[in-house]
């Protein structure tokens, strides 16, 4: 089968799989000159013919200011597959980048910095000329590789999504060469005899995903299935099985714990907590939309005792402190001990985790003598929050 049929395949199943493209889709194809958005620019011309979906397409280049940078392949490549190429203006990048390694003194740019500023300066020109996604040409090899980079550099299980909205932006970054296999892009590029450019980048080859890439090519010559293991686990969420889930932080022999909100159902329990504590016990109005909101830069908790979830408590980073919010405990739980012994468990908690640091929380008036207990000291003026009277309270731990 030739290169490209695999390709298109690919393509096909990532779209009926992760929803990538719709009706009135106008997307912008990121074009660096390199095998992979070559191929990913040609691949999408032809699908766009055959796939019954209405959409259009558009490549863009970003001028990065590097040294060598030439438009003239580019322009070629795009005319002979019927396209028309854009060029934006991003030479501050390599400007910015400079400064930035010697200040970092670093062996080579910084790529996560260029990474970010790459993709500003894509969702500029989109919004600009009105698209409303952007195509990466991310394949399967670079999912593991970044899996695998995120594991050893980050202590998390993590690489990059199928698609995923930037709310400030608007814009959807969408990765159709999610299930292509780099070899194939390598079978295409000599099937099509495709111009490659050589990368700009002084350090292309470089970096810690080339370290990463061998590794994982001496991992996959020892077991020949391993690269097919790699990206199906990275979909089977049905054998999804981690530590995360079974964490009950104990914070006395009682069995009184906090759960980290991992699931659907601890979100639900989250929001059932909430409504009866502030709704119902206050009379305070809050929306559902929160959970998905703010607690999306919070680290919340369940509290357990023993089987039954009594209460909930977050905590966020916001202007440069840590801010304890939505402490809530269940009415047939209240005035037993359980929430000075949360409080203070999670004070310390967030303590060890990034002192020194500074910890708030807005109280509401009545219980400003309980935080005091726990060493919080008031800070400004009595105000309004949800028609309840609170006053801000710091922790300085150093």
Same mark, same amino acid.
């Given at each position: 089968?030739?290169? %490209? ?7 096909? @199943?990532?779209? &009926? ?7 009135? #889709? ?23 013919? =055959? ?9 863009? !280049? ?6 060598? =940078? ?42 996560? %910095? ?27 090899? #670079?999912?593991?590789? !970044? ?11 993590? !690489?990059?999504?199928? @698609? ?7 814009? #959807? ?16 590029? @000599? ?61 006395? &022999? ?18 059932? %907590? ?56 269940? @009415? ?12 203070? =468990? ?7 985790? =990034? ?9 509401q008036e009545y219980i400003i003598d309980f935080y005091k207990k726990c060493g919080f ?6 105000? &309004? ?11 300085? %731990?150093?």
């Amino acid at each position: 089968m030739k290169a %490209i049929r695999t390709l298109l395949a690919c393509i096909r @199943k990532a779209d &009926q799989t992760y929803n990538l493209i719709n009706h009135g #889709d106008k997307i912008i194809i990121g074009l660096s000159g390199g095998k992979d958005s070559l191929a990913l620019c040609y691949a999408l011309n032809l699908y766009q013919k =055959f796939s019954h979906t209405d959409f259009v397409i558009q490549p863009v !280049t970003l001028d990065l200011g590097f040294p060598g =940078f030439n438009r003239k392949p580019l322009d070629e490549f795009c005319e002979s597959i019927g396209l028309k190429l854009i060029v934006h203006d991003s030479k501050e990048v390599y400007e910015i980048l400079s400064i930035q390694q010697e200040k970092q003194k670093l062996n080579h740019l910084p790529c996560s %910095i260029c990474s970010r500023m790459k993709k500003a300066a894509i969702n500029k020109v989109a919004n600009e000329l009105g698209f409303n996604k952007v195509a990466f040409a991310h394949h399967s090899d #670079d999912a593991i590789e !970044t899996l695998l980079m995120n594991e050893i550099y980050g202590s998390r299980i993590a !690489t990059f999504s199928p @698609k995923m909205h930037l709310e400030n932006a608007n814009i #959807d970054f969408i990765r159709p060469f999610l299930l292509v296999k780099e070899k194939d892009i390598k079978r295409f590029v @000599k099937e099509e005899n495709i111009n490659v450019m050589g990368s700009s980048c002084p350090a292309d080859k470089k970096t810690t995903r080339e370290d990463i890439k061998i590794l994982l090519n001496n991992i996959y010559n020892q077991f020949p299935k391993a690269k097919e293991s790699f990206l199906t686990m990275l979909s089977n969420y049905q054998q999804f099985d981690l530590w995360g889930e079974e964490i009950y932080l104990q914070i006395n &022999q009682e069995g009184l714990c906090l759960k980290p909100v991992t699931t659907p159902l601890d979100e639900w329990h989250v929001v059932n %907590i909430r409504q009866k504590v502030f709704g119902d016990g206050q009379n305070i109005a809050f929306s559902d939309n929160e959970v998905f909101e703010e607690e999306k830069e919070s680290t919340t908790y369940l509290i357990t005792l023993k089987k039954d979830i009594i209460g909930t408590i977050r905590y966020r980073f916001v202007n440069g402190e840590y801010k304890i919010e939505r402490f809530a405990i269940l @009415k047939e739980y209240q005035n037993k001990g359980y929430g000075k012994l949360v409080f203070n =468990f999670l004070v310390e908690l967030i303590g060890r985790q =990034f002192n020194p640091c500074t910890i708030t929380l807005n109280s509401q008036e009545y219980i400003i003598d309980f935080y005091k207990k726990c060493g919080f000291e008031p800070v400004g003026d009595i105000f &309004q929050e949800a028609g309840i009277n609170h006053i801000k309270m710091i922790k300085i %731990i150093k």
